[in-house]
């Protein structure tokens, strides 16, 4: 890592346990005064979204609560004419990825339509016109990243693309570890496993940095000692603020880096087979870290020492061997699915899994080349 490019976003963040309440100082800080709200039913369920009304009153002119998983382009449609019709002047997502994906996928285009002109930054230090606030409830770590996924519905199969701009990065995160008690032991599990995802893609990337390493190292290191005692007691707010660190730290290392084979199958799996985001994360990990062990081991050596494991002694492939079982035996404490055939998946469908797969921009990122879909083929089999 002699030579290093990336952007880094101005942005404000926020953290800790209560700071829910510095929202509103935040925001006239800001200036912002016409406020649409992007969430969806069970943080409304939940009194999240009630508490956030209370705290913002009359600054929040509309609300779209029914974002659905992996951000359809329909909903797209109605959440940018509610923002249209209430002259929003910023766009709050809270909850998980889905609500802060749709919150930046709104902002993005109600730009373009405000200015007749696509919303592209020309230099990296491009300020958006419509701002995103973010407010994470769970470990996706959307709030730090400048990217968005939308589902293309009207394409057989459904296709979810990602959208990339300087633009989109949310200008304030928030995060506060108290609204995250009563995430559900699933939910906290497998969006656990995404974060994890995060920093181990961000430790072998081909577009790694110093700032993504530190990050992503000191990220698994809190996630390993946060995750399982936050699925065993969700209660434990010591446990979920170190977590939320952890995901922070995640997010942060996957802002300035490409993601690879993981994460842009984990998409294709999620727009085409409508796989749950921190599922297919649970599933394929394990299996793309020993794909890719040759080519990124020493990388990863780090990841492995943070998660507690002894490599002394250990050849660079054994040690990611260790982590990738490792990672695999969390999965399963955590009762989440371990093979994709439990996802509804069907064995039918790999090739053409693997196919879109193949022409998935994210996934010829990968640090180890790959130069046909029968490779991803051969790993969905032994994922399923
Ligand atoms: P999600 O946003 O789809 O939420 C899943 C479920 O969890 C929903 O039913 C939601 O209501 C519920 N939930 C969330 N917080 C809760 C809480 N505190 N209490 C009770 N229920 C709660 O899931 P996700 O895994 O957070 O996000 C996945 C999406 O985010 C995918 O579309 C993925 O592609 C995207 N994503 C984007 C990035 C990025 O950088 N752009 C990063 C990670 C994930």
Redesign the pocket.
Known sequence: MDEFHYVSYAQEVIFGAGSLSRLSEAVERSGWRRLMLVT????RE?G?VTLVEGILGDCIVATFETVH???PDVQVDEALALAIENQVDAILGL???????MA?ATAFLLEEKRTGRPTRAASPMDQPRVPVIAIP??????EM?P???ITHTRETPPR?V?VSDPKITPKLALYDPQ??L???AE?TA??GI?ALA?CIEALYSTTRNPLSTAAATNGVRHISRALLRCYAQGGNLEARTEMLIGSHLA?LA?ASVSMGLHHGLC?VL?GTANV???IANSILLPHVMRFNAEATAVQLAPAAEAMGLSVSGLSPVMVVDDAASRIFDLVGQMSLPQRLRDTGVKEADLAGIAQLAFQNRTVQNNPRPITNAAQIEKLLREAW
């Open positions: 969806n039913r069970s943080l939940s999240h998983p992996h951000v909850g998980g990825g889905s609500p802060i994906g930046k409830t769970t470990y996706a770590g959307s990243t990217v968005y996924g979810k990602t609204l995250t009563d995430l559900p939910m497998s969006t995404n995060h997010g996957l998409h999620g749950p985001h921190g």
